[in-house]
């Protein structure tokens, strides 16, 4: 399949495999940009563009390159690899930076309190799945988690759509609509999912960053 150009990414606006940055604000928050691209489908950063596609530049390569070799170097967990290029466009000059889907994953950001917590994509958002802040939780615990089928199944379905409710994911992955409750239940509790919806039925969708 041919590689986008990067006026076609822009044109396509934000979305699942492309987030825009006027600029790296820090360290930290590129990291768990890059981290849920890489445990999701992979994308593209583009530096120098607005949230509406303008073409703006960067004022310091050198500056947002540091960046990046923070994240990269000491925030993520496994390390990954990430492609870098510069484009000039309009006569500013743009940073294009690729995201493959990771075979390693999950990825874990370390955040400013030394935290470690996977991120994944949904949508146009980087959502954490903050489980390893609970105490008693490990490493372990985690991935079991997020590689089990059903958990697969229901985030893959929740990056379509808004929300679920117990009488859908149990058509989804054909279980008891009792048992299904009883999932989102646990996985609300353990701050993967968030409920939205108290009345009868529940929905839930996944936890949003702030």
């Known amino acids: 399949m041919q590689e986008k ?3 076609q990414i822009i044109k396509e606006g934000e979305g699942l495999t ?14 768990k ?9 992979g994308g593209s950063l ?9 073409i703006l530049g960067v004022a310091s390569e050198l500056a ?5 070799e923070t994240a990269t170097g000491k925030l993520i967990e496994p390390k990954l690899t990430i492609r870098i290029k510069s484009i000039l466009l309009d006569g500013m000059k743009v940073m294009q930076v690729d995201v493959d889907e990771s075979s390693d ?12 917590i996977i991120y994944i994509r949904v949508k146009d958002k ?3 799945i903050p489980k390893l802040l609970m105490q008693g939780e490990t490493d372990a615990d985690l991935e079991k988690l997020l590689t089990s089928r059903h958990i697969k199944t229901l985030i893959a379905y929740l990056r379509e759509q808004d929300s679920v409710t117990a009488k859908v994911f149990s058509r989804i992955i054909n279980i008891s609509e009792k048992r299904a409750e009883r999932m989102l239940h646990d996985l ?23």
């Open 126 to 128: 980087s959502i954490p």
């Open 188 to 210: 609300a509790e353990k701050q993967v999912l968030l409920k939205i919806s108290r009345n009868k039925p529940e929905a839930f969708s996944l936890k949003y960053a702030k």
């Open 5 to 7: 150009s990067i006026i």
């Open 64 to 68: 947002e390159l540091k960046k990046l």
């Open 33 to 41: 940009t890059i981290v849920s691209f890489a445990n999701t489908s």
């Open 18 to 31: 492309t987030e825009f940055k006027r600029t790296i604000d820090s360290a930290f928050k590129i990291a």
């Open 46 to 54: 583009l530096v120098g563009i607005s949230d509406s596609g303008a």
């Open 105 to 116: 994953k999950p990825h874990y950001a370390v955040n400013e309190k030394d935290m470690k």
